[in-house]
């Protein structure tokens, strides 16, 4: 999907700046310039858009709060988890609704079967999936093993406490 949009994008931006010899002499410059620099603007932003997507996520637990950085980041109040569960695959994604799906990275929203909704974080290959629930989201992330398990026992023991 997103590739299809961005070779529409750039056909349509390229076909505005190609028209431009068709115009009166006079307005021909201006036109090049105005299409060219919206072009430009547009072509950065999605290049932009697409190198931070890209961007490994960082996740951080301190002693109120679980931060995950990057794109899709989120900053939940440890005291509105409700339940953490270690999974060892990611369930069957349904579909799409709002993220990043290329190249096995997935970051955004997404439905997934048996969940629903999930703001779903998870790069590289399949491997074990951390779920977390709050009142108001789910959110399934990855990372190496031994960081999984750190994270999942954090937030036990965040449970067990609150």
């Known amino acids: ?46 290049i932009g858009l697409l190198v931070w997507s890209f961007q490994p996520h960082t996740i951080s637990i301190d002693q109120k709060e679980l931060h995950i950085s990057g794109i899709y980041g989120v900053t939940i109040p440890l005291e509105e988890v409700e339940q953490v569960e270690r999974l060892d695959r990611l369930p069957p994604v349904q579909m799409k609704t709002n993220g990043v799906a290329a190249r096995g990275l997935l970051k955004g929203d997404f439905l997934i079967e048996g969940y629903g909704a999930v703001r779903l974080i998870v790069r590289g290959e399949p491997s074990p999936v951390l779920y977390i629930e709050t009142e108001k989201r789910r959110i399934m992330l990855n990372g190496d093993e031994e960081q999984l398990d750190e994270w999942y026992k954090t937030l036990r023991a965040q449970l067990q406490v609150g």
């Open 1 to 46: 999907m997103e590739a299809g949009f961005s070779v529409l994008t750039l056909h349509a931006l390229g076909g505005m700046v190609y028209i431009q010899r068709y115009e009166v002499e006079h307005k021909k410059k201006r036109g090049y310039w105005l299409t060219g620099s919206i072009s430009a603007v547009i072509l950065i932003g999605m």
